[in-house]
Structures are given as structure tokens and as C-alpha cells.
């Protein structure tokens, strides 16, 4: 257990990414690797009020999916996938878990703990003082946390997914604005601080067919960078949150240049509410997106006039007037 684990405090329901368990490893003999998880649940609340369980390193990125569905044990395992959390040998590092939590979990208290060896999935071997437990929260009600709602802006681009006969609108070389999002606080209740993006390419485009993504403020401030999408993800972070006023919305714009990809086409998505990063800056608390014009569900949101595709070259070939 980290020394720094969160203290006990009062989570609020309806939040977002709270610290429940924070734990060092150490790799002794070896560079290690960790695969994955199992969390178990304490505390005296349902399986239903927890929404979501991830796992994030030490420099705050997120390994695996962010997952809701426990077992008949209070158990819920997290694969890291592609992306493992790798320790050098002699080295120390530390993972946190996190909990969602749903707008009904208004009461009772919960806690992580790591139950045993064997819920650590590594290619090493594991060794520790299990369970591996942190402190207890309890629950209130939410009805003071400051919503946020995200919705769909014309990007520019076609109308409908382009087929084999559909002309392509992007150069190769060309930068190019991709989307466009609205984040919107309606309920008036505090600022919000955006402070990172993760975007799904769909699409047939590769990951080398598109670069250098940008996320722009409406003054055309570039709030953060990333040079490559990874598996048809692109994650953002800010170099510092960007705040939308209360009771009113900013629309951010995704930039990228096209590197490839001649016939290929794409268009960029929000699918999760756990794919954008929002605190409301007056209680601290990280908050879920809903969808625009609703206070409870989320649903991927695409831009409208969001496709794009890659034209086609030509190639001429002359001979030369002493041939």
C-alpha cells in the first residue's frame, strides 16, 4: 500500500476517476511487466452503484478499459491489453485504482482492496502483505456537482460515410480540422476544467495515415498535443485544464495532418462519458459526460459532417524528348 493512498473522505454519487487505492510495486530481479488486475469491492454499497472501475500509472494514464461488471465475489478484472505497466528492474513504481460512481450510490461507504497475489497478472512472480486494502469513503448524494453535457458540431467534411466511388476531400500532406466538439455546463452549478480527450478513429484509415493531432480552444489555442493515434485511439492530454464558464458551452476542434492512406477514410468519435476528463472546479470532483440535451445518458457522439476521406493521386509519365 502507497503511504500516499487517498485518505478516508466523502465521495460524492454521479463522480467520476475517485482514488480508492493507490500501490507500489518494485521490481527486484528483473524488468516486469503487469498485465492486469482483479479488483474486490468492500464496504456496505451494491455492485450497481459502482459504474466504473479503472487503473491508472504513475504519470496518469489509464491501462485497459474501464470496467462495471463485478462477479457474485465483488470482484472485477482489468486486462492492460497491449498497453502493460512496465517496471525496470530495481525500480519502484505505483498504480491507482479508481472508482465511477452512479447517481443512486447517494449513501453507505466503499473501498478497493487487492485480495491476493494472484489477482496481480504479471510475467514475474509476486510477493506482498495481501490483502492490499485502502481506506473506507463513505457516499452522499451529488445534487450540488456541476453537470457537463457534450455535443456534435459540424466539422466541415461529407455528410455520409464516403464509398469507393465517393471523391475524396483531404490532400495527402494537408492539415486539416477533423472535428468539433461542444462542451456544454448547463446546470449553472460551478466552471468546469476539461484536461484530456481520448478519440476513436473510425474508419478504414490507418494509424500511420493521419499525425500530429492538436486540440484547439475557439481562439485557435492549441490546448494539447499528440503525434499518433495507437489501435484507432488518440488521447489528449492538456498542458493545463480548459475552463468553460457555468451555464455556458465552448466548442474544441480536433487538428491533424494527413500523412497516408490514399482511398481511406475516417470520422472521429467521443464513444465513452469516461473518454473526456472533467472536474467541477468548485467540489474537485471529476464528473461524467452525458449526452447533449440529457442529464443522465451518454451516447458516442460523431461531428456532423465528420467524414473524411484521402484523395487519390496521379502519376504521369512522359518520354523524354531523346528517347
Do not use: C
Request: net charge negative; hydrophobic share 35%.
Amino acid at each position: 500500500l502507497a503511504a500516499d493512498t487517498a485518505a478516508a473522505s466523502t465521495i460524492a454519487a454521479g463522480t467520476v476517476y475517485n482514488n480508492m487505492l493507490k500501490v507500489t510495486v518494485t521490481a527486484t530481479n528483473g524488468d516486469v511487466k503487469l498485465k492486469g488486475v482483479t479488483v474486490t469491492r468492500t464496504g456496505l454499497v451494491t455492485n450497481a452503484n459502482i459504474s466504473g472501475v479503472s487503473v491508472w500509472d504513475s504519470a496518469g494514464n489509464r491501462h485497459g478499459d474501464v470496467m462495471s461488471s463485478f462477479s457474485s465475489d465483488n470482484k472485477v478484472t482489468i486486462g492492460f491489453g497491449t498497453y502493460p505497466i512496465v517496471v525496470a528492474k530495481g525500480q519502484t513504481t505505483s498504480f491507482t485504482v479508481a472508482f465511477n460512481l452512479a447517481t443512486t450510490a447517494t449513501s453507505g461507504t466503499v473501498g478497493a482492496s487487492i485480495a491476493s497475489a494472484a489477482d496481480v497478472q504479471t510475467d514475474g512472480t509476486v510477493s506482498g502483505s495481501f490483502p492490499v486494502s485502502g481506506n473506507t469513503m463513505s457516499l452522499v448524494s451529488g445534487g450540488s456537482v456541476a453537470d457537463v453535457q457534450l455535443g456534435s458540431v459540424s466539422a466541415g467534411g461529407l455528410s455520409t460515410e464516403p464509398g469507393s466511388s465517393t471523391a475524396g476531400n483531404l490532400e495527402i500532406g494537408q492539415t486539416q480540422e477533423i472535428s468539433k466538439f461542444k462542451f456544454i455546463q448547463d446546470d449553472g452549478d460551478s466552471d468546469i476544467q476539461v484536461s484530456k480527450i481520448t478519440f476513436y478513429v473510425q474508419g478504414t484509415a490507418k494509424d500511420e495515415d493521419l499525425k500530429n493531432f492538436e486540440v484547439l480552444a475557439p481562439d485557435n489555442t492549441v490546448l494539447g498535443r499528440t503525434e499518433m493515434m495507437s489501435d484507432r485511439y488518440v488521447t489528449v492530454n492538456f498542458d493545463k485544464p480548459y475552463t468553460v464558464p457555468k451555464s455556458t458551452n465552448r466548442v474544441l476542434t480536433l487538428r491533424a495532418t494527413v500523412a497516408d492512406g490514399s482511398g481511406n477514410w475516417f470520422r472521429i468519435q467521443v464513444q465513452n462519458d469516461y473518454d473526456v476528463m472533467v472536474k467541477d472546479t468548485s467540489t474537485g470532483y471529476f464528473i461524467g459526460a452525458t449526452s447533449e440535451g440529457s442529464t443522465t445518458s451518454f451516447s458516442a457522439v460523431s461531428s456532423s459532417a465528420g467524414y473524411f476521406k484521402m484523395k487519390s493521386g496521379t502519376v504521369t509519365v512522359s518520354k523524354t524528348t531523346d528517347s
